[in-house]
């Protein structure tokens, strides 16, 4: 595993709202993900795993505190590709085929029509989901659009996946699908991973394990029986 680090959090805090209606999400964080790690982020749900996520993803900005990216650039340098993100619900346009929803993202950044559509389809190749691509999205399975997402995030070939809550909405066999997926595409394309979840089963099948509780983070390692 390499020493680059690819997201540095020293110290952060996220409030929402102001004065006596103020919700702090996120208390004094400091970690670091580097380039080839596994993290699973557990807690119960609203414990602040999202927030965080949602700030290493470049998506929030912190209240208080720093965040860089030190082996990737500043936040604009994070899309399309170098961080990706997985969502709980894998957000497909409901119009578009599996094939186009893959390509969007790189052609809203300035990609070429071409050059996305092979990229997109190459993502679907190397998840078994070719034979997906010229459906629409209300003609799959919740556990085949989960996956699809997942190629999404692949066809940008990111160095850094986060995936919140990513089985929170599939049963237990499209659960592990989806997780077998993750972790198979992290390690195929040398991708660092972090799955925030409240299900012990996926942190289970990960190395090291962190914690959050009412928006404070412990980092343990933990290894893998």
Not at 6 to 24: H, K, W
Not at 115 to 129: G, K, S
Not at 149 to 171: F, K, N
Not at 202 to 222: H, P, S
Request: with cysteine.
């Amino acid at each position: 595993m390499s020493t680059e680090t690819l997201v540095a959090c020293e110290g952060l805090a996220r409030t929402y709202g102001s004065g006596a209606t103020a919700t702090v999400a996120l208390h004094d964080a400091t970690c670091a993900v580097h380039a080839g790690e596994q993290i699973a982020i557990t807690g119960p749900s609203g414990s602040g795993k999202s927030t965080l996520l949602h700030l290493m993803a470049g998506l929030d900005e912190p209240t208080v505190g720093h965040i860089g990216w030190p082996a990737i650039g500043t936040r604009d340098a994070l899309r399309p590709g170098p961080v990706a993100m997985v969502f709980q619900g894998p957000s497909l346009l409901p119009a578009l085929s599996v094939g186009e929803n893959v390509a969007l993202p790189l052609q809203l950044e300035g990609m070429g029509e071409a050059r996305a559509r092979a990229r997109a389809e190459a993502a679907l190749v190397a998840l078994d989901l070719d034979e997906l691509a010229d459906k629409l999205p209300e003609e799959i399975s919740g556990g085949q659009a989960q996956r699809v997402a997942v190629a999404r995030v692949l066809a940008g070939s990111p160095r850094l996946i986060l995936a919140d809550e990513p089985t929170g909405q599939l049963d237990r066999l499209n659960a592990d699908a989806v997780v077998d997926v993750l972790l198979h595409a992290a390690a195929s394309h040398g991708a660092a991973l972090v799955i925030a979840t409240h299900d012990s089963r996926v942190a289970e099948r990960i190395a090291t394990r962190w914690t959050v509780a009412d928006g404070r983070l412990t980092t343990t390692q933990g290894m893998l029986r």
